[in-house]
């Protein structure tokens, strides 16, 4: 079996953390930043648009437990529109 | 010029074809002649002695010895000429042995006569003789061993409690070698890592060691006494000086990856130690796996978690330059890729796995704690097959040697299997059982008789899945019955390999490999520890397949080499060496292109451009000779003049 593609057995034993992303999305203005560097690649732009007329970004369906918490989305937002939250009892790889 | 013919019978090897009475009496006749005799064995002591005898009664000046290759004796007759107070270099010797009466038994008459021509080459050769005296350079008494595990720790601690510096590189993050991935270890069944993970502390810890892991050698320059060494040190993205092992990066790292330490049968994360007593005790961070790339950093959980500040993605590859006199190659083997045996199910399904597999799943800090569980379901499995020499012994597929430690490991296999689930079932496939050392036929024995092990004479055809089992298919060549065994899991035993990047490293170090990739020695019952190329010595499996008590004890030996070659402060070279007539020289530059040890180099000197020889680094190999249209460069004791008249001489008549 090569290497990559054996599914290790000790999967329990690593934890990884987690975070609840939380967007404001009247404050965006679609620069598509946070979607664009998301390293997990969780977000994406919405259909709808917001008060200001833009689309903003949203969780990708099914990945709402996915984010690590690196907080490079809040970082990266120029307009604060975009935060995530530790979430306590990390989650399995 | 007086010149003594010695003519060696070498028992019957060259007496019984080459007619040495007649040899004797037209040797005595050629010019410049004064003495010549046959003897029986000329390298034995009266050989010697006789030989000795007549140089000094004779007032002989040079000397021809008619006998076997000089690789094998000549160092003897060298040594012989010397006691006897002449220069070791007016000596020739005729190869009349495997250049004549070996390849021509069956034409005893015209052997002779080459045997003569041969006689009369050497002495065309030795006319243009000059006593020559060896270059003393001194020596820089540092050593480096590449590659750490179980031979290369062994070496260079050795090397180290004899006084000397030494420089230890290794590939991976950490000390170890397969050693440290194996669980308990034959015959004795200790605990690997509980006798291995001293030593690597000591190593790290030692004050003349100088342990760079992550870390490759690039470039090697120079020869015996003064290598001029460039390693590569890989950017690990944290500073070894600061980083504590405190795991708390590991804790907040949010990429999980098949652990290679572990065949990948465990997971780490993309910081991560390969295992718990890996030395030295410092992360990594694997940048291919890792959500940061050179160019952007999206992640920094480490980053932040690291206290002592010791991560650094900035971090860049670092050459460090080093000089020593010798070098220890102990770079170990490889086993064959699962993929390469897809008649045993190898790469298609999950439970056929490899002994090293195995031996991760055994070990209590393997990513099972030391339970055998199937890959597929983690259950664990009621039975086993294990098959031998997978890919070894079978020159169909090239390899036709045998790896050496896999009857052993498999026994230990069989054991250890026993011991933990007693109402498993064991089957082993094997072609024959070698266990030749000390304790291990015992060993086995006592598998076969206490543990209820089936061992299995004959070859396996074939292995397929059927529900959750799998099925081996094999004939038992005892009883001349195919067998069908179904089982939850297999393990076979892939045939040992020389590691993949040998090839490399030889080119680097001007060493031969031999066919199968494995390094060569000068000579394999007696100087099993050097490499042809002086100054470079072997160690472990990286030479042949070997089990940890043959790598030691190579290690020590080549250790104790290193050391008797430091006893002294400077080492005498062969004054063999390429020399510049300034007069012919047009400075072209040829010679430096050709050669391979970059040794010549163009000079500039009252308006003059001319090519200029370091004799330290020149090996004697005669290629700028070749190349120079101005036949301005000549090897000495191999010049021109001596070869041109050599070969005139064999053609003349
Ligand atoms: C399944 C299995 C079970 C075994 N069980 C036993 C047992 O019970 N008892 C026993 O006596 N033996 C056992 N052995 C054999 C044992 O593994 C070897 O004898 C031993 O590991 C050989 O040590 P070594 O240092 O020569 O090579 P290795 O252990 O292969 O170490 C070589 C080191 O060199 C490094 N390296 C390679 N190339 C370079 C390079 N170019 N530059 C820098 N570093 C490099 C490698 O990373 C490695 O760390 C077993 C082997 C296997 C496969």
């Given amino acids: 079996m090569a ?91 | 010029m007086r010149v003594g013919v010695f003519i060696c019978h070498c028992g019957r090897n060259i007496a019984s074809v080459v007619d040495v009475h007649w040899l004797k009496n037209e040797a005595a006749k050629l010019k410049n002649v004064v003495f010549c005799e046959d003897y029986i064995y000329l390298c034995s002591e009266p050989g010697q002695k006789f030989i000795c005898e007549k140089i000094k009664e004779l007032n002989l000046t ?52 080459k045997a003569l021509k041969l006689i009369e080459a050497a002495l065309a050769k030795l006319t243009y003789a000059k006593p020559l005296t060896p270059l003393r350079v001194p020596m820089i008494r540092k050593a480096l061993v590449i590659g750490g595990g179980i031979a290369g720790i062994q070496a260079a601690l050795d090397i180290a409690n004899g006084g000397f510096e030494v420089y230890l590189v290794e590939k991976e993050p950490s000390l170890g070698g397969h050693m440290a991935q194996l669980s308990e270890t034959f015959p004795t069944l200790d605990c690997s890592s509980c006798i291995l993970t001293p030593k690597m502390v000591e190593v790290a810890h030692h004050k003349n060691i100088h342990l760079f892991t992550y870390a490759e050698v690039k470039n090697i320059e120079g020869t015996v006494g003064n290598f001029e060494v460039t390693i590569l040190k890989k950017p690990r993205y944290v500073w070894e000086d600061k980083c504590t092992g405190c795991n708390d990066c590991v804790d907040v790292c949010p990429v999980i990856v098949p652990n290679e330490f572990d065949q990948g049968l465990g997971a780490r994360k993309a910081i991560y130690i390969p295992f718990p007593q890996a030395v030295p005790l410092v992360y990594t961070i694997d940048l291919e796996n890792c959500l940061n790339s050179k160019k952007l950093i999206v992640c920094e959980n480490c980053f932040k978690a690291c206290g002592p500040r010791a991560i650094d993605f900035l971090m860049e590859e670092e050459e460090v330059k080093i000089k020593v006199g010798a070098i220890i190659v102990a770079t170990g083997y490889d086993l064959i890729p699962l993929e390469a045996l897809p008649e045993y199910g190898g790469g298609r399904y999950q439970d056929v796995i490899t002994s090293l597999d195995l031996e991760r799943l055994l070990s209590p800090s393997g990513p099972t704690g030391g339970v055998i569980r199937r890959p597929s379901d983690g259950k664990i499995p ?105 089982t939850d899991m297999v393990v076979v035993a892939p045939a040992i390999i020389s590691n993949n990047g040998g090839k490399a490293l030889a080119q680097i170090l001007k060493t031969p490999i031999d066919e199968f990739g494995f390094f060569t020695e000068i000579h394999p019952k007696l100087r ?33 080499k290193v050391l008797a070659l430091f006893s002294q402060k400077r080492i005498a070279l062969e004054p063999i060496k ?9 400075g072209c530059g040829i010679c430096v292109k050709t050669c391979p040890f970059g040794a010549i180099k163009i000079i500039k000197k009252k308006k003059k451009k001319y090519a200029q020889v ?29 070869l041109f008249s050599q070969v005139d001489a064999l053609l003349e008549g």
């Fill in chain 2, 614 to 642: 370091s004799k330290a680094v020149c090996q004697g190999c005669g290629s700028c000779m070749g190349a120079c249209k101005f036949r301005a460069i000549n090897v000495a004791h191999f010049t021109l003049k001596q």
């Fill in chain 2, 382 to 486: 009621k039975s086993i097959v294990f098959i031998q020499c997978a890919g070894s012994r079978d020159p169909e597929h090239g390899r036709p040697y045998c790896s050496k430690i896999c009857c052993m490991y498999t026994a230990k296999h069989a054991l250890l299997y026993k011991h933990a689930v007693p109402e498993g079932k064991v089957y082993i496939f094997y072609i024959d059982i070698r266990a030749a050392g000390k304790r291990y036929e015992e060993f086995v024995q006592r598998i076969v008789e206490e543990e209820r092990v089936l061992y299995l004479r004959g070859k396996v055809s074939k292995v397929f899945r059927k529900n959750e089992k799998l099925v081996v298919l094999g004939v038992d060549t005892l009883t001349g019955r195919t067998v069908e065994i179904e």
């Fill in chain 2, 62 to 113: 040079h000397i021809i010895v008619a006998a076997c290759t000089p690789s094998l004796h000549g160092e003897t007759f060298s040594r012989t000429l010397e006691s006897a107070g002449l220069n070791r270099y007016l000596l020739e010797i005729a190869n009349i042995r495997e250049q004549c009466s070996w390849v021509h038994q069956n034409t005893p008459k015209i052997a002779t006569k």
């Fill in chain 1, 3 to 93: 290497l990559a593609q054996r599914k290790p057995l000790n999967l329990e034993k690593f934890k990884i953390p987690r975070g609840r992303v939380i967007i404001f999305e009247e404050l965006c203005k679609g620069c598509e930043l946070c979607i664009e560097y998301c390293p997990k690649q969780i977000l994406e732009l919405s259909e709808d648009y917001n008060e200001r007329g833009y689309h903003y970004p949203v969780l990708k369906s099914g990945m709402e437990d996915e984010c690590i918490y690196c907080l490079f989305c809040q970082e990266v937002c120029p307009d604060f529109a975009i935060f995530s939250e530790k979430v306590e009892g990390e989650g399995h790889g």
């Fill in chain 2, 578 to 586: 390429a020399e510049v007539d300034v007069k012919l020289c047009k």
């Fill in chain 2, 528 to 560: 099993p520890v050097e490499s042809p190329a002086i100054g470079i010595y072997l160690a472990g499996a990286a030479q042949s397949p070997k089990d940890i008590s043959e790598s030691v004890a190579q290690a020590s030996a080549a250790a104790s």
